[in-house]
């Protein structure tokens, strides 16, 4: 995901000088991860395509008050959340879960130092632990972990309280370890021993 400092970087460029190539920069970092939550609401891909374009259709259209919005990502995550359920709305569908139930994707990881020491097996037995957490505790988890969501900002997208990000976070984070049971002072040990 893109960093914050980016982003801010980007949304400047947009409000103050009409940057094209700043908008199409945003476009191409936030259009998978937010299609991934339309799609979440909607249930199909066309429908989530054509609201994640009317969020960027609205953030040109409004750009020159885009210097107003404190966190842009949030901004993003919550447009189309409201889209998607007035589109949900509008086709007479009722939505049957709350946005706990929303199914959760989760894409790579981004890699660093830590996540590269970790196998494919290793992999394999997280993406198992993460696949049976709760609904909530999934969504959460792809937000904060994935989509790089402050827990405050997860907690104002999902209409919760932070303590409540930070339990489900807890309780994941708590269940990959005890999966994993990945200890970081035996595998230093034995990768330092094979020099």
Not at 43 to 56: H, K, L
Request: charged content about 30%; proline content about 4%.
């Amino acid at each position: 995901m893109i960093a914050s400092a980016r982003i801010q970087f980007l949304k400047e460029r947009i409000a103050r000088f009409n940057d094209q190539q700043a908008y199409k920069e945003l476009f191409v970092a936030f259009f998978p991860p937010l299609l991934k939550f339309a799609m979440g609401f909607t249930r199909g891909r066309q429908p989530a395509e054509e609201i994640v374009s009317d969020v960027f259709i609205s953030i040109w259209e409004k750009r020159s008050r885009l210097e107003h919005i404190s966190s842009l990502k949030l901004y993003l995550y919550t447009t189309t959340r409201n889209k998607s359920l007035n589109y949900l709305s509008r086709e007479n569908r009722v939505l049957l879960t709350d946005l706990s139930e929303l199914p959760v994707e989760l894409g790579n990881l981004p890699l660093d130092p830590e996540r590269m020491m970790i196998t494919a097996e290793m992999k394999k037995m997280i993406r198992e632990v993460i696949d049976r957490l709760p609904a909530r505790c999934r969504l959460i988890f792809k937000l904060v972990k994935e989509d790089e969501l402050k827990y405050r900002e997860v907690a104002e997208l999902l209409k919760i309280s932070p303590k409540t990000v930070e339990a489900q976070m807890t309780i994941a984070l708590k269940r990959i370890g005890e999966a994993v049971k990945f200890d970081i002072n035996k595998t230093v040990s034995a990768t330092t021993g094979k020099k």
